[in-house]
């Protein structure tokens, strides 16, 4: 009896779009990023910090997904830069195809940095390769430090992750050693960033961390 895998089918064809946007946001000189994480933890928050350090130097262009509502892409047009929403309509995470529709969208000669913001889920973004050159994940300190080993393929899957709401450190009983031991114990490779877009701690070490994969990644 022949069987089909509907969920290897769906990633394998996830994948060659995939391999589709990332060809053709190098051949327009783009370096692009994933931004993941739990609903809340700060994604939006870490865009409208950083990107006014990045936009005298560079051309930023952010997609913005979401199940519902256009709010976060106005909080991060009111920076004037490009912004392109994708509503998922109930879709708990951006596939490949969803952004290969908004490359085409966008003027992609007019951007050096995609921004992309993913839906706010901690599980199924993490599925799905998009075509960008990093993936990057936010853990905010409020939801626990236990969250790497409950949640791995996130944290597999991402080359960065930003520990944000650090401000809040007296509040809550987030063990940051913890979570840094458990994160590497997944990921060896991956880098951390402990941050605050409240009080701008750590803003600077992301930003300059953008500025260095721009460069190693050779597009121009
Ligand atoms: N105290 C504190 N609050 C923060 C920080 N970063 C974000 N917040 C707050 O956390 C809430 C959620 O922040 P957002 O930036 O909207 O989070 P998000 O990840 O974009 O959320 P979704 O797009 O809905 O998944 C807001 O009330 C922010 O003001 C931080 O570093 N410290
Ligand atoms: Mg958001």
Same mark, same amino acid.
């Given at each position: ?22 060809? !053709? ?10 931004? !993941? ?41 009111? %920076? ?17 195809? !969803? ?6 969208? %966008?003027? %992609? ?112």
């Amino acid at each position: 009896m022949h069987q089909i895998n509907v969920g290897e089918d769906l990633r394998e064809r996830n994948r060659e779009i995939a391999a589709e946007n990332h060809e !053709m946001l190098r051949r327009h000189g783009v370096f692009s990023l994933n931004i !993941m994480s739990a609903p809340g933890a700060g994604k939006t928050s870490l865009l409208v910090k950083s990107i006014p350090l990045l936009k005298d130097k560079y051309r930023i262009g952010v997609i913005e997904g979401d199940l519902q509502t256009t709010r976060d892409a106005e909080r991060v047009g009111a %920076l004037g830069i490009e912004v392109h929403q994708i509503q998922t309509g109930g879709v708990c995470h951006l596939d490949a195809a !969803m952004v290969h529709s908004a490359l085409h969208q %966008l003027d %992609l000669d007019l951007l050096d940095i995609l921004l992309i913001e993913n839906v706010g889920n901690l599980v199924c973004p993490a599925e799905f390769d998009l075509g960008v050159d990093a993936r990057v994940m936010l853990l905010s300190i409020t939801e626990g430090d236990d969250k790497p080993k409950k949640y791995p393929l996130m944290f597999t899957e991402s080359r960065l992750l930003i520990l944000n709401k650090v401000d809040l450190i007296e509040m809550v009983d987030f063990d940051i050693a913890r979570a840094r031991r458990e994160a590497m114990d997944i990921n060896p490779r991956i880098e951390i960033i402990e941050l605050s877009c409240r009080s701008g701690a750590g803003i600077e070490e992301w930003t300059g961390w953008i500025e260095k994969l721009y460069s190693e990644s050779g597009v121009e």
